[in-house]
C-alpha cells in the first residue's frame, strides 16, 4: 500500500494521509469523463482513486459503502462523547421533568 502524507490540514489539524491500496482501482479524470457509470459500478465495494498527472486529486466512493462509513463515524463521534462526558455532574430525569412541568 502507498502512503502519502500532504501538507494539507484536516479539520482536527492533523496531517491528511492520502493512500492507494491494491484493492483500490486508480482511472484518471480523462477515463472518468469517458466511462462515468463504468467506473462508479467499479466504486461499490471499494473506493476508486481518480488522479491527474501521476497524482491521486480525489477518491470515488459508492453509495453503500459511503453510507456504512457515515454511519461509522457517527457511533465513533458518539461513543467518544459518552466516554469524556462527566455524568457525576448530571440531574435525574424525573427531577428535570418535575421542575418543568412534563
Known sequence: ????????????????????????????????????????????????????RGQIQAYLVGKDLYEKLIAYLENYIDENAARRANFSKGKLFEKVAKNLGI
Open 1 to 52: 500500500m502507498q502512503s502519502i502524507i500532504v501538507p494539507f490540514k484536516g479539520l482536527d489539524r492533523r496531517p491528511v494521509l492520502h493512500y492507494h491500496s491494491p484493492t483500490m482501482t486508480l482511472v484518471s479524470i480523462s477515463q472518468l469523463k469517458a466511462q462515468p457509470s463504468k467506473i462508479i459500478d467499479q466504486a461499490t465495494d471499494y473506493p476508486v482513486s481518480v488522479g491527474k
